[in-house]
């Protein structure tokens, strides 16, 4: 008993850092961890994976080598190498630590969904317009428009909130390449659509947060107005109690899931909507409008043509 | 809409999101703490310090942007710097300005707000939370180091009676010099900051033992420090996700609600100082002073960190720093509303 009683002591700490490392690697490899982190920060925690191993070897290796004074051994929560030697018995502390580093991440782990429930996403408030957008580009990089080279966007009255497009234009996808060069809009810019990918019946594939910026901003309206568009999102019920209308909902991060925001757009359904179930991820294909709200915004509206129940993208989070 | 509503579904995914966000930037600062306790020589550090203590105060604020740390990983670097000899004052002040005094954050803080005066709120962010920080740290060098330091990291400063950082000998310590340095002298540090640099020159580890030692003392500090970051992620996400946001919106038009709601709400949300402004950025409706008492006191004050100070400092000196941040940014923010909107 003693024997196994110091076998522990000089391990557990070694244990928890082996297991911490199982579990990011783990998210990372199983590609879970694409539903918490933007891509930034993916790498650095596969690089926290390797090193946990290395750390925890050193832990093993040093801890006999390293005779420890008695004021380190106090030092902290009682946890790490220090009492590690051939003499250490283990404490109710050290299995405390143990249990709360490991219990709460075991057991968040162990569930299932990576996204949020609805009752999360109406706590932290729907974002309906691109007011209540981060100032930061979106992840279609829609090209940037330009009120001072659009005649018709001079003549309308300036918007006071300009949203945060990109300043450089992006790239046109694959996809886009076989399209026409400059659509009818101007000669000087591109229709914004020509840059979205197409679905395999050659809709633009627009993203929530697309329509967002776009309906704030008159000089990109006209791209969407009318078009029929594919988009992909989860289902929210709409707040009225409308039987004939729903939100259309991405969660849209910064760095993690937790400072992650709903988008949402509104879309108004063909028919009725009853056994569609709350967050389910649905397929949507209808035309865009704007339309100015209640406090004089624009605001995108989809009026569906066809809904479909559709799998979750390998992206669950816009960022 | 319920005020408060918990689900185990949402509180794994914002606490899982917190940790693997914040687990890298954790295991960096334990260590770079790691690599100080075995590599930097007991009073290397204060050889740079200005004899002045405003001055060393100063300086310290500013070494974020050399040495960059967010307020996770700057914890566990404070603690070994003070057991290192570094005036306890001067390590306060580079904990507390070190998360928001860095290229990074400045950067970033700018561009989240890209086109609601962004120069303005970087320069008040960064001007307001260097002043704190410093004037905190002259507050700290006038206290004797048990007013404010665990009892545990004071045991460890007492010249004479910890025996080194390296115990691969039971060699007698020598008598501690006199510092000469009122910077130094300030916190205390002085004793052990002689004692253990004539010890360190004595022993003369080998590369591999000091680098062994480093990998030991860092992972005794990642644990350390990550069962404080569990429990703080843990409340954080409860916050996160059980209560809801909309309940502050229209404490917006008052600039006193405004920034205590908005100070509340970093205080729980527990952001990381690289993607706050984001966030505040969005609160269009909230008065600057507002968005900057976000801003200033998240990065120095949260739940997280509530329990990541335990490591180093007593709860007295824990209460009345929140007590004080919470104030000071707070009366400054409010006035500051007054003429900025």
Request: hydrophobic share 50%; charged share 15%.
């Amino acid at each position: 008993m003693k024997t196994l009683n110091r076998i522990l002591a000089r391990t557990l700490p070694a244990i928890t850092l082996f297991s911490w490392s199982a579990m990011l690697l783990y998210f990372y490899f199983s590609g879970r961890l694409n539903h918490y982190l933007i891509d930034t920060y993916r790498p650095l925690v596969l690089a926290t994976g390797l090193l946990l191993p290395v750390v925890a070897l050193g832990l093993l290796f040093t801890a006999k080598g390293v005779v420890v004074a008695p004021e380190d051994e106090a030092d902290g929560m009682a946890f790490g190498v220090r009492g590690a030697g051939s003499d250490a018995k283990l404490r109710p502390g050290q299995i405390l630590a143990f249990l709360v580093l490991l219990l709460p991440l075991g057991a968040a782990a162990a569930v299932r969904t990576d996204s949020f429930s609805s009752r999360a996403i109406l706590n932290r408030g729907l974002v309906e317009n691109a007011a209540g957008m981060p100032q930061t580009s979106t992840s279609l990089t829609p090209p940037a428009p330009s009120a001072t080279k659009n005649p018709t966007a001079t003549a309308a009255a300036p918007s006071t909130t300009q949203p945060a497009t990109p300043l450089e234009p992006a790239l046109p996808t694959k996809d886009a390449q076989s399209a026409p060069p400059a659509a009818a809009v101007g000669a000087d810019r591109v229709d914004a659509t020509q840059y979205l990918r197409k679905s395999p019946e050659g809709l633009p594939i627009v993203e929530v947060v697309d329509l967002l910026f776009a309906a704030d901003d008159q000089s990109m309206r006209p791209d969407f107005e009318g078009k029929q568009v594919e988009m992909i999102g989860q289902f929210l019920p709409d707040r009225s109690g409308s039987k004939m209308k729903f939100q259309l909902v991405r969660m849209f991060m910064l760095c993690c899931a937790a400072d992650a925001r709903p988008v949402a757009v509104t879309i108004e359904a063909p028919g009725t909507l009853e056994g569609m179930t709350d967050m389910s991820w649905l397929k949507v294909i209808g035309k865009v409008s704007f339309r100015a709200g209640a406090d004089g915004r624009m605001t995108a509206v989809v009026q569906a043509e066809r809904i479909l129940p559709t799998t979750p993208p390998a992206e669950i989070m816009l960022y | 809409m319920a005020r408060f509503s918990f689900d185990p579904q949402d509180f794994s995914v914002s606490f899982l999101s917190i940790l693997f966000e914040g687990l890298p930037f954790l295991l960096l600062g334990a260590l770079v703490s790691g690599l100080i306790e075995a590599f930097v020589p007991a009073r290397w550090m204060t050889r740079f310090l200005p004899r002045s203590p405003l001055l060393a105060m100063l300086m310290s604020g500013l070494l974020g942007l050399i040495f960059p740390m967010c307020e996770c990983g700057v914890v566990p670097v404070i603690r070994r710097l003070i057991r290192k000899g570094l005036p306890a004052s001067c390590a306060v002040t580079y904990m507390l300005s070190a998360p928001v005094i860095s290229p990074v954050v400045l950067l970033s803080t700018y561009a989240a707000f890209n086109q609601q005066q962004p120069l303005r709120m970087m320069l008040f962010r960064a001007g307001l939370v260097y002043l704190v920080a410093v004037a905190v740290g002259l507050i700290v060098s006038r206290l004797r180091a048990e007013q404010f330091l665990d009892p545990k990291v004071v045991a460890q400063l007492a010249g004479g009676r910890r025996k080194n950082t390296f115990q691969l000998s039971r060699a007698p310590l020598p008598e501690a010099l006199p510092s000469t340095n009122p910077a130094v002298a300030d916190s205390g540090n002085a004793e052990a900051a002689q004692t253990l640099g004539e010890i360190e020159r004595e022993l003369e580890p080998t590369f591999l033992g000091r680098l062994r030692l480093a990998l030991s003392r860092g992972a005794a500090d990642f644990l350390d420090v990550a069962i404080f970051v569990v429990i703080g992620a843990a409340l954080t996400a409860v916050f996160n996700t059980s209560v809801p946001r909309e309940s502050i919106m229209p404490l917006a038009q008052n600039p006193w609600l405004a920034t205590g709601a908005m100070m509340g709400l970093s205080f729980s949300l527990a952001l990381c100082s690289t993607s706050d402004a984001f966030i505040a950025a969005t609160f269009t409706t909230f008065p600057f002073g507002a968005k900057l008492a976000f801003l200033t006191l998240g990065a120095m004050l949260d739940v997280k960190l509530i329990f990541l100070y335990r490591l180093v400092f007593r709860k007295r000196f824990i209460a009345l720093l929140a007590l004080g941040l919470v104030v000071v940014i707070g009366l400054v923010c409010v006035r500051l509303s007054a003429f900025l909107g």
